[in-house]
C-alpha cells in the first residue's frame, strides 16, 4: 500500500538554527498539510497545500514557517530560526481527489521528531 | 471556534467491547472522523461519518448525530493490540482539527 514518507525521523538542532522537514505524499494525492503535535498533547493543524499554494495555514504557522513544493514529488516544511517550543513530532500527511472534500481521509507520514536544544 | 472533547484515558478488558465518547462545538462541521495512534506512532485512519447513524467497519463501529454534536467509537472483542489513543477529529473545509484524544489500555 502507498504510504506517505518523512525524513529525517529524527532531527536535532540548536536554538536559532534552520531546518528543513521533508515529506513524499502519495503519488496521486494532490492535498498535502503538516500538522504537529507536541509530546503528550494533541495533534495540531500547521498549514494545507494545495495546487502549488497555502490554501489555509494556523495561528502557529507565524512568519518562521514556510512550505514548499519544490518538484513533483516533495513537499518540505521550513522552520526560519527555531525555538525550544518548537521541539514536537511533525507529520506530514496527503489525500487525494477532491481531498477532504469528498471525505477522503488524511494519510500521515510517521513523523520528524524534532528536538531544539 | 473548535471545542472537541474527549475522556483522557479508559482502560478495558480483552474480549470486551467499549464505547469512546467524543462531543464537538464548531463553527463548521463537514464530518467526523476516527484515528488511531500507537505510542510515538502516526494516526492511523479508522472510520468516517457525514450523515447521522452508525457506521460499521468490522470490529469498529462510528456514530454521529449531528443536532446533538456528538459521535462514539466502538470497539468490539477487544486486543491487546487496540491498547492506543484514539482520536475524534471534526473536517472544517478542508482539514481536520482534531480533539487530545482518549488513551485506550486493554489488560488481560
Known amino acids: 500500500e502507498p504510504e506517505v514518507t518523512q525524513t529525517p525521523s529524527h532531527q536535532v538542532t540548536q536554538m536559532g538554527q534552520e531546518v528543513i522537514l521533508r515529506c513524499v505524499p502519495i503519488s496521486n494525492h494532490l492535498y498535502f498539510y503538516w500538522y504537529r503535535q507536541i509530546l503528550g498533547q494533541k495533534v495540531e493543524f500547521l498549514v494545507s497545500?494545495?495546487?502549488?499554494?497555502?490554501?489555509?495555514k494556523s495561528e502557529i504557522f507565524d512568519d518562521q514557517f514556510s512550505v514548499e513544493r519544490p518538484d513533483g514529488s516533495n513537499f518540505t516544511l521550513k522552520i526560519r530560526s527555531t525555538k525550544l517550543e518548537d521541539s514536537a513530532m511533525y507529520f506530514c500527511?496527503?489525500?487525494?481527489?477532491?481531498?477532504?472534500?469528498?471525505?477522503?481521509?488524511?494519510?500521515f507520514g510517521n513523523g520528524t521528531r524534532l528536538t531544539v536544544t | 471556534g473548535q471545542n472537541i472533547d474527549q475522556p483522557t484515558e479508559m482502560t478495558a478488558t480483552e474480549g470486551a467491547i467499549v464505547q469512546i465518547n467524543c462531543t464537538y462545538q464548531t463553527s463548521g462541521f463537514n464530518g467526523l472522523f476516527w484515528y488511531q495512534q500507537h505510542a510515538g506512532e502516526a494516526p492511523t485512519f479508522l472510520s468516517y461519518n457525514v450523515l447521522d447513524g452508525l457506521e460499521e467497519k468490522g470490529r469498529f463501529s462510528s456514530f454521529l448525530s449531528r443536532s446533538k454534536g456528538y459521535s462514539y467509537l466502538l470497539l468490539k472483542e477487544l486486543q491487546m493490540k487496540d491498547s492506543a489513543s484514539y482520536l475524534c477529529?471534526?473536517?472544517?473545509?478542508?482539514?481536520?482539527?482534531f480533539g487530545a484524544g482518549t488513551r485506550l489500555a486493554v489488560h488481560p
Open positions: 477529529a471534526v473536517k472544517g473545509y478542508n482539514k481536520l482539527i
Open positions: 500527511a496527503s489525500t487525494g481527489t477532491g481531498g477532504l472534500l469528498n471525505n477522503s481521509p488524511l494519510h
Open positions: 497545500f494545495y495546487n502549488n499554494e497555502i490554501s489555509e
